[in-house]
């Protein structure tokens, strides 16, 4: 299944992230085979959203993203309801481009935990209103 939403890899854009939400995440096993399908220089442009209501699920995904080196925001909340309790980016998502030791100061980083802002919020829920790589 991740092979066939990525296999029109060479139509995007070269300079630009890709946006992939999963609403309906688990410990994030189809956001891991869909960084396994994808060449090494589109996975560096990933930028995951992944949601789920059960929370233990999303402590899985989190881990898996990032030992997997895979940039997500992982969020606990119900994609149905648009109820939102807590979200994480890792480390990965957070600054990719800072040092190890730097990261942990980034403005997002002081926000771990925080349910997401309405601005965020917003996004996901345009994002699976368009489709556009909604796992």
């Known amino acids: ?8 890899m060479e139509s995007l854009p ?5 946006n992939v939400c999963e609403p309906a995440c688990g ?6 085979s869909v960084a396994q399908v994808c060449p090494p220089a589109v996975r560096r442009r990933l ?3 992944a949601i789920d209501i059960n ?9 898996n993203t990032t ?3 895979i940039p997500t925001r992982v969020i606990h909340g119900n994609t149905l309801s648009g109820e939102y309790w807590a979200a994480w980016s890792n480390i990965h998502y957070l600054a990719p481009w800072l040092p190890l030791a730097l990261r942990p100061q980034a403005p997002e980083a002081m926000a771990q935990g925080q349910p997401p802002t309405p601005v965020e919020v917003e996004r996901i829920q345009v994002s ?3 489709q556009e790589f909604a796992l």
Do not use: E, K, N, P
């Open 55 to 63: 929370r233990t699920a999303c402590d899985m995904a989190f881990l």
């Open 128 to 130: 699976l209103g368009q």
């Open 14 to 18: 070269a300079d630009q992230l890709i």
């Open 27 to 32: 410990a994030g096993a189809m956001i891991l």
């Open 1 to 8: 299944m991740a092979q066939m939403t990525m296999s029109d």
């Open 47 to 49: 930028r995951v959203t």
């Open 67 to 69: 030992l997997w080196g």
